[in-house]
């Protein structure tokens, strides 16, 4: 099984900080990757993707690829209360599913 | 715009007993999926349709059985539960192009099976 692992956390930061979530992937053939935010008892839903190395920046979140190194992170500028969620890093295999990590908790605190 | 809809939204079964869940989406998406998530195991998936009138099999198929009704409609059924399948499952759609178009989830259907 081709794995997408993240660090379970939960990860706590002070509202304002920047908050770095991190993922690594194991199938070198992975082009796609997403993040995912969830809110306990909410579906997840689509912060951002990104498929070519580099940064890529959306207001406050920037997801950043490393393919030589097969890992993937999102970034939070100025955290709020209202980030505090699971994120949930994802890869795209196959062409069409995705292999979800486990996700990581963030906890946002005032 | 409702996206994508799924039906029940919460189930109680008795062991043995059989249901399908229901899943539509009105996005016009070729690709549908079905997950499950359980605590501490994130989402893995169960069978996903890539275009209608195909179905795959995912991480976790054993016990299910999954039916792409027509292009807007994905059921999957639970022939005879299983307290091992108390779970929540999600159900997900995608259109097609380069691979890099994002899953839409529903919101999601809390099945519990005694």
């Known amino acids: 099984q081709k794995e997408v692992e993240q660090n379970s956390g939960p990860l706590s930061v002070p509202e304002g900080a920047i908050a770095s979530l991190n993922c690594t992937y194991s199938?070198?053939?992975?082009?796609?990757f997403f993040w995912y935010r969830q809110y306990s008892g909410k579906s997840p839903e689509l912060i951002m993707f990104i498929y070519s190395n580099g940064d890529k920046e959306d207001g406050r979140f920037t997801a950043q690829l490393n393919k030589a190194s097969q890992y993937v992170s999102l970034l939070i500028r100025d955290s709020q209360p209202s980030d505090s969620a699971t994120y949930l890093c994802?890869?795209?295999?196959?062409?069409?599913?995705?292999?979800f990590g486990k996700g990581t908790s963030l906890l946002v605190t005032p | 715009n409702a996206g994508v809809t799924q039906t029940p939204k919460f189930q109680v079964l008795k062991t043995g007993q059989s249901m399908t869940l229901q899943c539509a989406q009105d996005?016009?998406?070729?690709?549908m999926y079905w997950y499950r998530q359980d605590p501490g195991m994130g989402l893995r998936l169960i069978y996903y349709?890539?275009?209608?009138?195909?179905?795959d099999k995912g991480e976790v198929p054993n016990g299910y059985n999954v039916s792409r009704l027509n292009k807007r409609e994905f059921s999957l059924r639970l022939e005879s539960a299983a307290p091992s399948q108390t779970s929540v499952y999600f159900c997900?759609?995608?259109?097609?192009?380069?691979?890099?178009?994002?899953?839409?989830f529903g919101d999601g259907t809390r099945l519990s099976i005694l």
């Open positions: 996005m016009n998406h070729n690709s």
């Open positions: 349709s890539a275009s209608e009138g195909t179905t």
């Open positions: 199938d070198r053939g992975s082009q796609s």
């Open positions: 997900a759609s995608t259109g097609t192009g380069t691979g890099h178009q994002p899953q839409h």
């Open positions: 994802a890869a795209l295999i196959s062409g069409y599913a995705l292999n």
